[in-house]
T-cell receptor, first 114, second 114 residues
Framework: ETAVFQTPNYHVTQVGNEVSFNCKQT?????MYWYKQDSKKLLKIMFS???????VNETVPRRFSPQSSDKAHLNLRIKSVEPEDSAVYLC?????????????FGSGTRLTVL | GDSVTQTEGLVTVTEGLPVMLNCTYQ???????FFWYVQYLNEAPKLLLR?????KRTEHQGFHATLHKSSSSFHLQKSSVQLSDSALYYC????????????FGSGTKLTVEP
């Protein structure tokens, strides 16, 4: 049963363009995350938001900018994409203060930069 | 910082035989939880099992793992694999004071052959 929804599923674009991805969760969680899964299947945290506030910002290039309108929505914008941005971007959600709380992932947005 | 190491990138096992996927970690924190996630082809990663209790076996779907803080390990085992177990397996840790952000190992691709 899907509870973290990501759009679009796929996106193909050219170097230098701007792209935006959307994520919505219906689990009532207060924290959302963006992860990047690269071609080698490495999964790395990019950002995390708690109740619309940015709380985690790993070493991500400045062309990436997350945005959250409320605790159920988290978007990701990439200005001027580069070839190394080709990856699957996974959105996840969780409760911040619960011990050993699991993350629930969406099915991802696969970005291909030509 | 925290790190998770999965030494095997690829593991191939014959159906019906046992398997163990290795996971070791480094962390400076004490309030840490450990997870195994499974990702089937073209699907989202999902929780397989988790633990934060030293020397306690946790089980799910025929898989089991025991956290051993003395050896900084959380290996995943199954006594008899099935064809449907073929997937990508990630070991991960999270620290409660860091908003439950998951830090993943590099993943182990398990292929079960008939």
């Amino acid at each position: 049963e899907t509870a973290v929804f990501q759009t679009p599923n796929y996106h193909v674009t050219q170097v230098g363009n701007e792209v935006s991805f959307n994520c919505k969760q219906t689990l009532g969680h207060d924290t959302m995350y963006w992860y990047k899964q690269d071609s080698k299947k490495l999964l790395k945290i990019m950002f995390s938001y708690n109740n619309k506030q940015l709380i985690v910002n790993e070493t991500v290039p400045r062309r990436f900018s997350p945005q959250s309108s409320d605790k159920a929505h988290l978007n990701l914008r990439i200005k001027s994409v580069e070839p190394e941005d080709s990856a699957v971007y996974l959105c996840a959600s969780s409760f911040r203060d619960r011990v050993a709380e699991t993350l629930y992932f969406g099915s991802g947005t696969r970005l291909t930069v030509l | 910082g925290d790190s998770v190491t999965q030494t095997e990138g690829l593991v191939t096992v014959t159906e019906g035989l046992p398997v163990m996927l290795n996971c070791t970690y480094q962390t400076a924190y004490s309030d840490v939880a450990f997870f195994w996630y499974v990702q089937y082809l073209n699907e989202a990663p999902k929780l397989l099992l988790r633990s934060s209790t030293d020397n306690k076996r946790t089980e799910h779907q025929g898989f089991h793992a025991t956290l051993h803080k003395s050896s900084s390990s959380f290996h995943l085992q199954k006594s008899s694999v099935q064809l449907s177990d073929s997937a990508l397996y990630y070991c991960a840790l999270s620290e409660r004071s860091n908003y439950n952000v998951l830090y993943f190992g590099s993943g182990t691709k398990l292929t079960v052959e008939p």
